[in-house]
């Protein structure tokens, strides 16, 4: 590999000919800066060949944003309602789209109330995905569980033929969109108890004992 000098520039040397792919890396990006070309570059290489070509462009930030709830949305009607609370510790993914190529640059994770932000956003086309691995605690059943498994989506902003992902345009290095948001609701279940009937009357009476480690 090599690093860039003053003026950005690099060069990989003593390369046989054959076929490689060049990569920049994200984590060496001034902080906040977002690509402007695709950060992967396949490149064939034939005997003595200088390539010069293999270039990456990266941009400032700028001041726009993306945001906003990832939410329990009790009564499955696409709204936020006043009495309905966030999902908290949700992942959230967002992408760029360069030269048609989706690049991850960013992810956070929902606040106490469900909030989430992207910020020094610029101008672009993005894609904001809601991670199905993210943990939830279910109310009907102990332990946790992914969110995917648990619960079903009821609202994204695109529509939920592409459901947990929305696709955002910034038309400019400044526009704010403060509704990007996702409605989820648990999946149905069926329970409840597996108990001894030792005096076979069909009656779960006080003090019959769970029949613990049955198959359901």
């Known amino acids: 590999y090599d690093i860039t000098d003053a003026l950005g520039a690099y060069r990989i040397g003593n390369l046989p000919a054959g076929n490689y792919t060049v990569r920049s890396d994200p984590t060496t990006w001034p902080a906040g800066y977002l690509p ?7 490149v064939s290489l034939i005997a ?3 390539y010069n070509l293999a270039d990456f462009g990266l941009k400032p930030p700028g001041t726009g944003s993306i945001g906003d709830t990832v939410w329990l949305d009790k009564d499955n009607d696409g709204v936020l309602d006043g009495d309905e609370v966030g999902l908290p510790n949700i992942t959230v993914n967002l992408e ?3 030269n048609a190529v989706w690049i991850p ?5 929902t ?5 989430y932000t992207f910020n020094g956003l610029i101008a672009d086309d993005y894609r904001v995905t809601v991670d199905q691995n993210s943990t939830v605690s279910s109310p009907y059943a102990p332990g946790s569980f992914t969110l995917g498994a648990a619960m079903d989506p009821t609202y994204d902003k695109d529509g939920l033929g592409t459901p947990n992902v929305t696709q955002v345009t ?6 704010v969109f403060t509704d990007i948001d996702f ?12 108990w001894w009937d030792y005096n076979a009357d ?3 009476n006080d003090g019959a004992p769970s029949a613990v480690g049955i198959q359901d």
């Open 36 to 42: 402007t070309t695709p950060t992967t570059l396949a």
């Open 170 to 175: 910034l038309a400019t290095d400044s526009t």
């Open 202 to 204: 069909g009656l779960q």
């Open 111 to 115: 606040d106490a109330n469900g909030v």
């Open 105 to 109: 640059v960013a992810s956070t994770v």
């Open 96 to 98: 760029i789209l360069v």
């Open 48 to 50: 003595g060949q200088q």
């Open 183 to 194: 409605g989820y609701n648990w999946a149905g279940s069926i329970g409840d108890y597996v």
